[in-house]
């Protein structure tokens, strides 16, 4: 086993000790990330940029989620990483979330917007995909949804990156689905039920959440 799977299973597993965790609401983390999910998908639907700030909302909530959960998650790490979101006990993630109507593609980062952006053309961490498509149909049928996550020296050799408008580190979609189906096989994937409908008529203020929600960043 590489140094990247073992660490990799040892991400897996603690995120599923948290996603297991009953909260204060007197629901599990899994069910508390799914339902507010669900509210942010809801909440920007139909409107512009919704995919951009969309998708930065997502992964907001798994590293809040993660990094409170004091099992060895943070955002900071003294061996600092360009492409981490996250650290589990310094070894670093970069989360993607590929939404209910996206077609899939990733990025390291979206450099070309705006023009001089950042420029990442090279995996320097593993990758954590939050999959959370309304639709399992065409080339994602029979793909669940879940948390999947994909070490580094997979990603490295088997992903090639494609330009757009956009990017110059886009990952299609049939490169995201083989990899993430690669995690899937060698059991570095978590299911998650996701309910799409939960958070229609549904708002998450921010004032609601007060003074009390602010954290520390670990």
Known sequence: ?????????????????VLKTVTDENVSNEEKLCRL???????????????????????SLWVDMLTSANVGFSQKSDFAIDDADYYFKDYPISHKTIGWNGNGALALAWSKNPPGGLQRTEFKASMAVALTRKSSGGMWANIPNGYYVVPLDYLQKNIEFSSNNKTD????PDQVITAIRYANSVGL?????????????KHLSYWGAGLQGITNIN
Request: hydrophobic share 30%; net charge neutral; proline share 2%.
């Open 1 to 17: 086993m590489t140094d990247h799977m073992k660490s990799c299973k040892e991400v897996i597993e603690a995120v599923r000790q």
């Open 37 to 59: 999910s669900s509210v942010l998908q809801c909440q920007s639907a139909g409107q512009n940029g919704a995919g951009l700030t969309g998708g930065q909302q997502q992964e």
């Open 169 to 172: 580190s886009l990952i299609k």
């Open 189 to 201: 994937m978590l299911p998650l039920a996701y309910n799409h409908e939960w958070g229609k008529g």
